[in-house]
């Protein structure tokens, strides 16, 4: 079994779970230049609240930073974003799906 076999396999137990025990899904997907969030239902259909780099408001406060929207800084307030986003949906708990990767991301999980 190669590594991305691997993380297939580990990806989809991951959902299962999460699709077992009814709780909202946080997904996080990121490049080089960008971070992406987003926070699906709980039958993963559809997304209720997402973030990311690309966003105007995100975009304006990395101006001043150095480094493009791929760095920890930008998962900081990506991050933040989406809670804050969260909160105001009435979101106040999720299950975060690493897609099988064993490394943990950049992005910053506050308990807002």
Do not use: C, W
């Amino acid at each position: 079994m190669d590594k991305n076999q691997s993380r297939l396999r580990r990806a989809r137990q991951t959902r299962l779970k999460i699709r077992e025990l009814r709780t909202r899904r946080l997904t996080v997907h990121r490049t080089n230049l960008h971070i992406y969030a987003s926070i699906l239902d709980d039958s993963g259909e559809k997304v209720l609240v997402s973030a990311s780099t690309v966003e105007r408001e995100v975009r304006a406060q990395l101006a001043g930073k150095q480094g493009r929207g791929g760095n920890v800084d930008a998962a900081a307030l990506v991050g933040k974003r989406l809670a804050e986003k969260a909160l105001a949906a009435g979101i106040d708990s999720v299950a975060f799906d690493r897609s099988g990767k064993l490394d943990a991301t950049r992005m910053d999980l506050h308990p807002y």
